[in-house]
C-alpha cells in the first residue's frame, strides 16, 4: 500500500464565506451555492495563486460587479487573489459545508 501524507487547509464554510467577503470588500459569499452542495459535503480544491483563464476571471468579474450571493465563483476562483495577497496559503483545501 502506499502511502502520501500531504497537507490539506480544512475550513468550515462558514468561516471560508465570512473570509472572502471580507477579502473581496463584504460582498456576500456561498462556497455552497458556488458548488451546488449540500449539507455535510465537503468541497477539495487546490489552489496555487495563478492568474485566472478568460472564463474564471469572467465569473470573479460578474460576482464582484453584481454584488449578488446567488453568483458566488467556485472556490478555486477566489482563492488565488487571496494566496496573491498573502492573506491565505497555497495548497489544497477542504471546505466543510453544513447549516
Known amino acids: 500500500m502506499k502511502i502520501r501524507t500531504k497537507i490539506v487547509h480544512e475550513v468550515d464554510e462558514r468561516d471560508f464565506n465570512e473570509a472572502v467577503s471580507e477579502f473581496y470588500d463584504g460582498i456576500p459569499y456561498s462556497a455552497c451555492l458556488a458548488v451546488e452542495g449540500d449539507n455535510g459535503d465537503s468541497h477539495s480544491v487546490t489552489?496555487?495563486?495563478?492568474?485566472?483563464?478568460?472564463?474564471?476571471?469572467?465569473?470573479?468579474?460578474?460576482?464582484?460587479?453584481?454584488?449578488?450571493?446567488?453568483?458566488?465563483?467556485?472556490?478555486?476562483?477566489?482563492?488565488?487573489?487571496?494566496?496573491?495577497?498573502?492573506?491565505?496559503?497555497?495548497?489544497?483545501?477542504?471546505?466543510d459545508i453544513s447549516w
Open 47 to 95: 489552489a496555487d495563486g495563478g492568474e485566472l483563464d478568460g472564463y474564471d476571471a469572467s465569473k470573479l468579474k460578474r460576482w464582484r460587479e453584481t454584488g449578488r450571493e446567488g453568483y458566488s465563483p467556485e472556490p478555486g476562483v477566489v482563492l488565488p487573489e487571496m494566496i496573491r495577497a498573502g492573506v491565505v496559503p497555497a495548497g489544497q483545501y477542504l471546505i
